[in-house]
């Protein structure tokens, strides 16, 4: 494909995904295919000579759309929201096109650097205390991971480095291997999987707390554990706090836990995968209170910030935390402006080497929609999200399980584990909205999460008159097969 045929179709690409998002609410949320369903579509080779583009395109929608679950469709209120704009996708497309690989500032001046003023400006957006900011001459500074799992594990690791040396330092008669045989990762029972596979990677133990009535992790739950493992031989090195959990979207208490992490040594990570975003509205950045007391924090603009995937925010306050744990400078990656100290080479942050031109996408995105725009964005879906739970309130067969915060609820029928099993099964299979479950202490629970950037007040009561239905519906046939027997 020559320049000339790029520019025709780059332009029939564009207007095929306008009218995909477009259009997308016409299109059944969640697919109609068995496992396996494409191999039997495809031949099982590549073939000898070039095909026509007009060949491709045309198995778009024959292949690829019957299998494609639409998570930018109103009716789609599983998981959390997966971010996406025009102006993010078109940042995208500029970051395909000038596809540098931007390990270093030597290797793109302008992907390191447009990355770092990106993350301060989305700093202060969140009013993060200073030291978390590069600035001109700051010790801290911000990196776009590709997710929040890779920010978590990313700071495990540097704890990890960081606590090693410094018992060496004290006792060095040990060895490195005694000491990571001693020591301990905590977090909540309510925290991501990712934490505890992050514990697994680093080879080192992981300790649940147990949290409260809120689903919160408090001060006193962690202080109690770090007692028990120091009194028998371990070291506590790690913490991390969630924000808005998956499950539930509660708050771990950091102003209690922040100074015992302080007190005790420990480095605390705060993963704020998706409730981040909410904090550049003023009456939501009382939930990250406490932040001062962590060493790094991370949350993801491609769930909630309207820039789509993968863009990962996160921040340290000793930058040189992360790149003391990860630095190794082979001759073919050195250039001379690296020890000069105005430069950072993203390597150092990060597990892989190579980086996409992340940095554009938010550029493009807070530019086109500024502050007042994205807060707008998270506005409406907080309020659509009280609307629904408000729905639920009114009738009595349901109950609602834990507080609504910000965008997610999460609720169910009153009775059996097994009756609000049928009900999302009897949900996903109709296929007009897409949910997912979890479990919230012994209770199976439906979360209905606000996701999409077109969902509006109609597709919520539409939402709600079908889970209605569907209860009344099952109830009948439930009450049917309870006479019977």
């Not at 690989?101 to 200073?130: H, Q, R, Y």
């Not at 990196?143 to 978590?152: D, L, M, P, R």
């Not at 879906?381 to 009280?386: C, I, K, P």
Request: charged share 25%.
């Amino acid at each position: 494909m020559e320049a000339a045929e790029f520019r025709k179709r780059g332009k029939e690409m564009v207007d095929y995904i306008a009218d995909y998002l477009e259009k997308i609410d016409k299109r059944q949320v969640f697919p109609d295919v068995e496992p396996g369903y494409l191999r039997t579509l495809i031949p099982d080779c590549a073939p000898q000579d070039p095909e026509s583009f007009e060949d491709v395109f045309k198995d778009i929608e024959k292949i690829i759309m019957p299998g494609v679950t639409h998570w930018h469709s109103p009716y789609f209120f599983a998981y959390f929201p997966a971010a996406s704009s025009f102006p993010a996708l078109l940042a995208d497309m500029l970051c395909g096109g000038i596809g540098c690989v931007g390990f270093s500032w030597a290797a793109s001046p302008a992907c390191t650097e447009l990355e770092t003023v990106m993350l301060d400006w989305l700093g202060k957006m969140i009013n993060l205390p200073e030291e978390f900011l590069a600035g001109k001459d700051g010790q801290g500074g911000g990196v776009i991971q590709g997710s929040a799992s890779e920010a978590t594990l990313i700071s495990l690791l540097a704890a990890r480095t960081k606590t090693i040396r410094q018992v060496q330092s004290e006792k060095p008669e040990l060895t490195e291997a005694d000491i990571m045989g001693r020591l301990v990762a905590y977090a909540s029972d309510q925290a991501h999987s990712s934490v505890e596979r992050a514990a697994l990677i680093g080879g080192v133990k992981i300790k649940s707390l147990s949290s409260d009535d809120t689903f919160s992790v408090c001060g006193s739950a962690l202080q109690k554990v770090l007692d028990e493992d120091k009194a028998s031989g371990l070291i506590p090195f790690f913490f991390c706090a969630t924000l808005g959990t998956t499950p539930c979207c509660s708050f771990d208490k950091l102003l209690e836990l922040g100074p015992i992490c302080n007190k005790e040594n420990m480095w605390m990570h705060i993963d704020a995968a998706y409730a981040g975003s909410a904090f550049i509205c003023p009456e939501f950045r009382h939930l990250l209170n406490g932040v001062e007391f962590a060493d790094s924090f991370n949350f993801n603009p491609h769930k909630w910030l309207l820039v789509n995937f993968d863009c990962s925010a996160m921040w340290v306050k000793k930058r040189s935390d992360l790149t003391g744990a990860f630095k190794l400078e082979p001759l073919y990656l050195q250039h001379h402006h690296q020890e000069s100290g105005l430069v950072t080479d993203y390597r150092h942050w990060q597990i892989p080497l190579g980086r996409r031109f992340r940095s554009l996408k938010l550029w493009f995105v807070l530019r086109m929609y500024g502050v007042t725009g994205l807060q707008e964005h998270i506005r409406k879906h907080v309020r659509l999200s009280h609307q629904f739970e408000h729905l639920v309130l009114q009738d009595e067969r349901f109950e609602v399980c834990a507080e609504v915060v910000l965008g997610l609820v999460c609720f169910r029928m009153k009775g059996s584990n097994e009756l609000n099993e049928a009900l999302l099964k009897s949900i996903n299979e109709a296929k007009k909205i897409h949910l997912v479950p979890c479990h919230l202490r012994e209770k199976f629970v439906l979360r209905f999460a606000i996701c999409s950037r077109t969902v509006e007040s109609t597709h919520i009561k539409f939402a709600w008159q079908h889970i209605s239905q569907l209860a009344t519906d099952l109830l009948k046939t439930w009450q049917q097969n309870h006479h019977q027997q």
